[in-house]
């Protein structure tokens, strides 16, 4: 597949004329069309949703797009769960999973009504001390089938 830019240097000069840089320019047409690819290769699967991963672009305009085909977002701090609502998704079509996540993140995922992603069953007591007994419906958890991993890099692979 070529990949061609969505606009021409000259077309980016003139811009910069106006608008100083640096500044980020987007392709809606193209971010439209894979959210289109990602929902057709997955239409087999009913009720298969994609998480975009706020962190990779947290604009609240791009946000709105994918939003436009059902997809949700997979968030990992508070100022990612706060964009979330801000963009109108519901628990549904919010994900949240983190590392080494403050009580005060975990209680704000549980009032949005997020899909709680513990890093490991040992967080289970910590997310009860928060919230107490009124776990949601749906939840996840990590598993690590454990093992010595040859790419490990001794972060998120050992």
């Known amino acids: 597949m ?3 830019p969505f606009i021409t240097k000259a077309q980016a000069e003139e811009i910069a004329k106006t608008y100083p840089t640096p500044f980020h320019i987007y392709d809606e ?3 439209r069309a894979n959210c289109e690819a990602v ?3 997955f239409a087999w699967n009913k009720g298969f949703r994609e998480y975009f991963a706020v962190k990779a672009t947290p ?4 946000m709105q797009i994918i939003a436009d085909y ?4 997979d968030c990992s701090s508070e100022a990612e769960l706060i964009l979330s609502d801000a963009v109108g998704a519901d628990g549904a079509h919010i994900m949240f999973s983190s590392n080494d996540t403050p009580a005060c993140e975990y209680a704000l995922a549980h009032k949005l009504g997020a899909i709680i992603n513990l890093d490991d069953i040992t967080h289970i007591p910590f997310l009860e001390s928060i919230i107490g007994d009124k776990f949601p419906e ?5 598993y690590n089938p454990g093992g010595v991993y040859t ?3 001794g972060i998120s692979t050992a």
């Open 2 to 4: 070529e990949k061609r």
């Open 29 to 31: 047409a193209g971010i």
């Open 39 to 41: 929902k057709k290769a």
């Open 59 to 62: 604009n609240p305009y791009i």
């Open 70 to 73: 059902d997809f949700g977002f």
């Open 138 to 142: 749906v939840m996840s958890c990590r």
């Open 151 to 153: 790419l490990s890099n």
